[in-house]
Nanobody, 119 residues
Framework: QVQLVESGGGLVQAGGSLRLSCAAS????????MGWSRQAPGKQRNLVAT???????NYLDSVKGRFTISRDNVKNTVYLQMNSLKPEDTGVYYC?????????????WGQGTQVTVSS
């Protein structure tokens, strides 16, 4: 089993910055794709940023140029640096790992961390 624990959320004013971290532990095999999703109240969960095992990144259009995803493979940790935050960035941010095992294994999710951006 794999556990993902997020940290770094909080309350910030518009224009501010936050850095989210997600540490993975447990039965991790190899280097897996990781990412961050967010869910605003009453809305569906959307993928915000992803990073492959090779370090290639992809972003939701609305966060391009403001958010940066990175990873530390030694620590099994993924980060999300969020700058120039906007009220519409508010939501619960979930870390994910997977699909694992080259695409044949499960995807794991963290419990989420709340980010609130005030105007």
């Amino acid at each position: 089993q794999v556990q993902l624990v997020e940290s770094g959320g909080g309350l910030v004013q518009a224009g501010g910055s936050l850095r989210l971290s997600c540490a993975a532990s447990g039965s991790i095999k190899g280097i897996n794709p990781m990412g961050w999703s967010r869910q605003a109240p009453g809305k569906q969960r959307n993928l915000v940023a992803t990073i492959t095992s090779a370090g290639n990144t992809n972003y939701l259009d609305s966060v391009k140029g403001r958010f940066t995803i990175s990873r530390d493979n030694v620590k099994n940790t993924v980060y999300l640096q969020m700058n120039s935050l906007k009220p519409e960035d508010t939501g619960v941010y979930y870390c994910k790992m997977g699909p694992t095992l080259g695409g044949l294994g499960p995807t794991y999710w963290g419990q989420g961390t709340q980010v609130t951006v005030s105007s």
